[in-house]
C-alpha cells in the first residue's frame, strides 16, 4: 500500500519552459517533504524541503508547494535547462529522525 | 570530506550465496539507513540506525541483518541471497533534522 504516489513516470519539457512535478500523498501525518534528484549510477541528492508549517519554498529556480488540505506535493522548475534532465524523488516523514517514504520517481528530460 | 561510500559498486551472486554491502561516512553523523531501489517502487527503507548499538526495521527488512558497531560504518549482511533481492542499494547517513546524504550505491544481481 503505497503512502507517496508520483503518478508521471516521465516528463519532457522543452529548455527554458516550466517543468511541473506531481507527488501525492494518503497519510495525514506526514510534516516534512523533500524532493531529491538522482543521476544514473549516483545516489540520490537533496534538492528543495518544506515543512508542513508552510505552503511554500523556493530556492533558485526551485519552488515547492504544500497543499495540506488535498495531501499533494509539486516541484516547479523554472526555467528547465538541460543539466535538470534527471528522475526527480518526492519523500516525505512523520518523525524527526527521518524515516522517509519515497515516491516511485518522475524521470525528468529537458530538450534543447 | 569524503561523505558516504559504498563497496562494491557491482556484485553478482547465486541464489543462497551471503554478502555484506559496505557503507561508511565520515560525517560523523547518527542516524544511518539502507535503502533498496526497484523500477516503480522508489526508495524503500530496509534497516536504520540512531546510533552506535543502536538498529531498527524499515519497511522491508526480511532477508538482510544489520549492525552498528562504530559511527562510522553500518554494514547490511545478506545471510542467503533470492532473486527477490536483485535492486540498487542504496546507504544514506544525516544529523537529526539535516540533510540526508546518500552513497552512490551498489547494483546487486542474484541468480
Known amino acids: 500500500d503505497q503512502q507517496v504516489k508520483q503518478n508521471s513516470p516521465s516528463l519532457s519539457v522543452q529548455e527554458g519552459r516550466i517543468s511541473i512535478l506531481n507527488c501525492d500523498y494518503t497519510?495525514?501525518?506526514?510534516?516534512?517533504f523533500l524532493w531529491y534528484k538522482k543521476y544514473p549510477a549516483e545516489g540520490p541528492t537533496f534538492l528543495i524541503s518544506?515543512?508542513?508549517?508552510?505552503d511554500k519554498n523556493e530556492d533558485g529556480r526551485f519552488t515547492v508547494f504544500l497543499n495540506k488540505s488535498a495531501k499533494h506535493l509539486s516541484l516547479h522548475i523554472v526555467p528547465s535547462q538541460p543539466g535538470d534532465s534527471a528522475v526527480y524523488f518526492c519523500?516525505?516523514?512523520?518523525?524527526?529522525?527521518?524515516?522517509?517514504?519515497f515516491g516511485a520517481g518522475t524521470q525528468v528530460v529537458v530538450t534543447p | 570530506n569524503a561523505g558516504v561510500t559504498q563497496t562494491p559498486k557491482f556484485q553478482v551472486l547465486k541464489t543462497g550465496q551471503s554478502m555484506t554491502l559496505q557503507c561508511a561516512q565520515d560525517?560523523?553523523?547518527?542516524?544511518m539507513s539502507w535503502y533498496r531501489q526497484d523500477p516503480g517502487m522508489g526508495l524503500r527503507l530496509i534497516h536504520y540506525?540512531?546510533?552506535?548499538?543502536?538498529?531498527d526495521q524499515g519497511e522491508v527488512p526480511n532477508g538482510y541483518n544489520v549492525s552498528r558497531s562504530t559511527t562510522e560504518d553500518f554494514p547490511l549482511r545478506l545471510l542467503s541471497a533470492a532473486p527477490s533481492q536483485t535492486s540498487v542499494y542504496f546507504c544514506?547517513?544525516?544529523?537529526?533534522?539535516?540533510?540526508?546524504?546518500f552513497g552512490p550505491g551498489t547494483r546487486l544481481t542474484v541468480l
Open positions: 497519510n495525514s501525518m506526514f510534516d516534512y
Open positions: 544514506a547517513s544525516r544529523e537529526v533534522g539535516g540533510t540526508q546524504y
Open positions: 519523500a516525505m516523514t512523520t518523525d524527526s529522525w527521518g524515516k522517509f517514504q
Open positions: 540506525s540512531v546510533g552506535a548499538g543502536i538498529t
Open positions: 518544506i515543512s508542513s508549517i508552510k
Open positions: 560525517m560523523n553523523h547518527e542516524y
